[in-house]
């Protein structure tokens, strides 16, 4: 693979990041990949031949650097670098995939059809897989820092070693060559290293939250657009709620005829006729009484 399709595989990657991933781009191949072949390569050179120790015997020297250094800060951040950059072409290899679709379907129902609609955004399936590839790439980022903190006791250099590993005869002094633009050079990629950690956390919440929104947007409108239950009475005064949602629902309204009737209102007097024309006569002798006098004497004591 030569620099363009390179360079063009990760324009493409570039073409569905947010504005985290575009900076996690530059400072991966600007102050990652720049400074690891221009400057780091050569301070590190062949560390072997700089790891001087004060004794002749045989293979001493050999056994203490592999003891104190046994993968080099060059090879794992060239390793870190390859693991890192190779989530990315998972988005590569989606976008191709629904390139692939989008022609066949054009090629089966027409130029002017469309199997995407916006094929610039991610949804559906290359939303997980861009989401994926941000979760490996910070998996990758701290299992290495790890690593690198593991070996090398807090990413530490000293100028002077001591080993006494076999076949050394005692207790030996080892120095390291160039321990200070070493130790430098560790720290510039271990900090690069974390902010690119902190990138891709900010993006996984920005684009989850962003998602999140979206969805309880939709369904606000969903709300909105759906019309409120219509209401019918029938003569039992029994309410039937029409809505899209509730096909079928049946509630039983309090109305006149479900209250039990008072005492009042349930009672009717006897009719007496006797009564009736007993008061007609009183009436007829004494037009001057008032009808509640009539009531009283007509009833008797």
């Known amino acids: 693979m030569d620099w ?25 191949f600007v102050f990652r990949v720049m400074v690891y072949v221009v400057a780091a390569e050569r301070v590190w050179g062949d560390e072997q031949k700089d790891f001087d120790c004060n004794t002749k015997q045989p293979g001493c020297a050999n056994v ?10 060059i090879r794992l951040w060239a390793l870190q670098l390859i ?41 559906g399936g290359l939303w997980w897989t861009y989401v994926l ?33 076999a076949p ?8 390291i060559g160039h321990p200070t633009e070493k130790k430098v050079f560790t720290y510039f990629m ?8 902190v990138l891709n956390i900010c993006e996984i919440i920005y684009l989850i939250s962003k998602r999140v929104m979206r969805c309880a947007n939709k369904c606000k409108q969903n709300h909105r657009r759906t019309p409120p239950p219509t209401v019918r009475l029938d003569d ?26 008072s005492f009042m209102s349930s009672y009717k ?10 008061k007609e006569e009183m009436r007829s002798s004494a037009p001057n009484l008032s009808s509640d006098t009539l009531e009283g004497e007509a009833k008797g004591p």
């Open 190 to 197: 271990v900090g690069a290293s974390a902010l690119c950690i």
């Open 4 to 28: 363009k399709t390179f360079q063009s595989l990760l324009s493409g990657v570039n073409k569905y990041s947010t504005a985290f991933g575009r900076i996690w781009l530059s400072i991966v």
């Open 269 to 278: 007097p006897p009719y007496r006729p006797e009564m009736r024309k007993l």
């Open 64 to 73: 203490c650097y592999d003891y104190f250094f046994p993968i080099s800060h």
């Open 236 to 261: 039992d005064h029994v309410a039937y709620h029409d809505s899209p949602r509730n096909n079928f629902q049946m509630t039983k309204m309090e109305g006149p005829r479900d209250r039990p009737p």
């Open 168 to 175: 050394c005869p005692n207790l030996v002094d080892c120095y």
């Open 133 to 165: 590839s941000l979760f490996v790439k910070t998996a990758i980022e701290v299992a290495f820092l790890y690593i690198l903190h593991y070996i090398y006791d807090s990413f530490y250099l000293p100028r002077l070693v001591k080993c006494e590993v």
């Open 83 to 123: 693991f890192v950059t190779c989530p990315s072409f998972m988005v590569v290899m989606h976008v191709a995939y629904r390139d692939d679709r989008e022609r066949k379907y054009r090629v089966k129902h027409g130029e002017e059809t469309k199997l995407y609609n916006n094929t610039g955004k991610k949804h």
